[in-house]
């Protein structure tokens, strides 16, 4: 496989996933269809690589966020309307994939003062922007939330002490890919001719929304990547066995370790061409992609959320969201529903990985979760080692 198909095949893999969520009659990211299997066939992939440079997000911005509106709104010209309320996302979801954020995201939205009228995840920073036939314009992110503004201006209560309208509603959303996933970084602009990306997807966020309030969920990487990979097998028409997993495992493994041989560590965390199309191992060193948001967002900004913890006590950590959201807890029926309201996005493949598979990811990932909790030292990063 040439360096390119390797990113093409796997590029649309996600894509898939998250059509396979919340996009299936969105037929312009390609044309989608079900095989008999009822899994995607996938198309041609059309992903831009080349004329980046008109894609330099740093041009966009500062908006002039209106003081009345808890959300971060402002009013933008368009062709269109004139003086129409645009609205960015106060919160992100921001990664990381298959920990859980569809279940999180999907109990946030009953909340009252959430507004969620967009699909879960744009992919903007992470790929939409870089599509070939569409590819986004920060306008167009900015218009995913055009519904949810529409009702943000609509709800507002007199504000005493200011004597004004205020808003309160929020609204976010959850592309989880966005905390780890920069494959064209040494395409753009702002990294011409680094070894290492000095720009990624936590500085674009952070110069376009600079007060977005930030989610992490994280579960144990090793299970992490299992679960991805059933995933992909579904989306992409092959068939998962512990066999296969295994192979997998220790292809990804080989390939990261002979790039340390001849570059940084950071740039080969950042280096899509170890992946291959079936899961992705470097998504689960998460303390490489962390310590990048950290670097541009103030700890009190961002939440970090382990889906162990999550499964255990759903109430527990819906509260803690709140509070991080600065959102008041819902009436008791509203809070019912959110935490009886069905799991979603359940595995239902029923096999799992050889425990000499486990061994091996366990190990690998280790000094990487060791070091995310020095890190991250009120965070309780003991992720389970025992499987059910
Ligand atoms: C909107 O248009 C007005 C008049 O053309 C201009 O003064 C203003 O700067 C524009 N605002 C934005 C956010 O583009
Ligand atoms: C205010 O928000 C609620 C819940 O988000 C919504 O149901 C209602 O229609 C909104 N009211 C207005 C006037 O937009
Ligand atoms: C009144 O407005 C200010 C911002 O101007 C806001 O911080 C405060 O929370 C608002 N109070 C109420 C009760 O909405
Ligand atoms: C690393 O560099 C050496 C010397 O240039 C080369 O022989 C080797 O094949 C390279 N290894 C990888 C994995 O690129
Ligand atoms: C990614 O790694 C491959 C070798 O595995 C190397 O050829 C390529 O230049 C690397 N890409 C970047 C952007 O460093």
Same mark, same amino acid.
């Given at each position: 496989m040439?360096k390119?198909?390797? &990113?093409r095949?796997?590029s649309?893999? &996600?894509f898939v996933m998250?059509?396979?969520?919340?996009?299936?009659n969105d037929?312009w990211i390609?044309?989608?269809s079900?095989?008999?299997?009822g899994?995607?066939?996938?198309g041609p @992939? @059309?992903?831009?690589?080349?004329?980046?440079?008109s894609k330099n997000?740093l041009?966009?911005?500062?908006?002039?966020?209106l003081?009345?509106? =808890?959300n971060?709104?402002f009013?933008?010209?368009?062709?269109?309307?004139?003086?129409?309320?645009r609205?960015?996302p106060?919160?992100l979801?921001?990664? /990381?994939p298959k920990?859980?954020?569809t279940?999180l995201w =999907?109990r946030?939205t009953?909340?009252?003062?959430?507004?969620?009228?967009? @699909?879960?995840e744009?992919s903007?920073?992470?790929g939409r922007?870089?599509?070939?036939?569409h590819p986004?314009t920060?306008e167009?992110?900015i218009?995913?939330?055009?519904?949810?503004?529409?009702v943000?201006?609509?709800?507002?209560t007199?504000?005493? %002490?200011e004597?004004l309208l205020?808003h309160n509603l929020i609204?976010?959303e959850a %592309?989880?890919?966005?905390a780890a996933?920069?494959?064209?970084?040494?395409?753009l602009p702002?990294?011409?001719?680094? =070894?290492?990306p000095?720009?990624t997807?936590?500085?674009?966020?952070?110069?376009?929304?600079?007060?977005a309030?930030?989610?992490?969920i994280?579960?144990?990487?090793t299970e992490?990547?299992?679960?991805?990979?059933?995933?992909?097998a579904?989306?992409?028409?092959?068939?998962?066995?512990?066999e296969d997993?295994h192979d997998?495992v220790?292809?990804s493994i080989?390939? &990261?370790q002979?790039c340390?041989q001849?570059?940084s560590?950071k740039?080969?965390?950042?280096? /899509?061409?170890i992946?291959?199309?079936k899961g992705r191992?470097?998504t689960g060193l998460y303390?490489?992609?962390?310590?990048?948001w950290?670097?541009? /967002?103030?700890?009190?900004?961002?939440?970090f959320?382990?889906?162990?913890e999550?499964?255990k006590?759903i109430p527990?950590?819906?509260?803690?969201?709140?509070?991080?959201l600065?959102?008041? @807890?819902?009436?008791?029926n509203i809070f019912k529903?959110?935490?009886?309201?069905?799991?979603?996005n359940?595995q239902?493949?029923?096999?799992?990985m050889?425990?000499k598979t486990?061994?091996l990811?366990?190990?690998?990932?280790?000094?990487?979760?060791f070091?995310?909790?020095?890190?991250?030292?009120?965070f309780?990063?003991k992720?389970?080692?025992t499987?059910?």
């Amino acid at each position: 496989m040439t360096k390119r198909k390797i &990113f093409r095949v796997y590029s649309v893999c &996600f894509f898939v996933m998250t059509i396979n969520i919340y996009l299936i009659n969105d037929s312009w990211i390609f044309n989608n269809s079900f095989n008999p299997n009822g899994c995607f066939r996938y198309g041609p @992939p @059309p992903i831009l690589t080349d004329g980046l440079e008109s894609k330099n997000l740093l041009k966009e911005g500062p908006f002039q966020l209106l003081p009345n509106f =808890k959300n971060p709104c402002f009013y933008g010209n368009t062709s269109r309307l004139t003086k129409s309320l645009r609205c960015l996302p106060y919160f992100l979801i921001a990664g /990381f994939p298959k920990c859980g954020s569809t279940d999180l995201w =999907k109990r946030l939205t009953y909340h009252p003062e959430i507004v969620a009228l967009h @699909p879960k995840e744009s992919s903007f920073f992470d790929g939409r922007r870089f599509h070939q036939d569409h590819p986004w314009t920060f306008e167009d992110f900015i218009d995913t939330f055009k519904a949810d503004a529409e009702v943000i201006q609509k709800n507002s209560t007199y504000n005493r %002490s200011e004597a004004l309208l205020f808003h309160n509603l929020i609204t976010g959303e959850a %592309s989880v890919n966005t905390a780890a996933m920069n494959d064209l970084w040494h395409k753009l602009p702002e990294n011409s001719g680094l =070894k290492e990306p000095r720009y990624t997807n936590a500085n674009y966020v952070r110069h376009l929304i600079p007060r977005a309030r930030l989610i992490f969920i994280m579960r144990d990487p090793t299970e992490r990547l299992w679960s991805e990979y059933v995933y992909s097998a579904r989306a992409n028409c092959f068939s998962a066995s512990p066999e296969d997993f295994h192979d997998l495992v220790l292809e990804s493994i080989s390939r &990261f370790q002979n790039c340390l041989q001849n570059y940084s560590e950071k740039s080969c965390v950042y280096n /899509f061409t170890i992946d291959t199309f079936k899961g992705r191992l470097r998504t689960g060193l998460y303390i490489m992609h962390i310590r990048d948001w950290l670097k541009v /967002f103030p700890r009190d900004q961002v939440l970090f959320i382990r889906t162990e913890e999550y499964e255990k006590d759903i109430p527990y950590t819906l509260k803690r969201i709140f509070k991080f959201l600065d959102i008041g @807890p819902p009436a008791d029926n509203i809070f019912k529903q959110m935490i009886e309201c069905e799991r979603q996005n359940v595995q239902t493949f029923k096999g799992t990985m050889f425990t000499k598979t486990k061994t091996l990811l366990d190990k690998f990932y280790q000094p990487y979760n060791f070091r995310l909790s020095k890190l991250l030292v009120d965070f309780n990063l003991k992720f389970s080692h025992t499987r059910k």
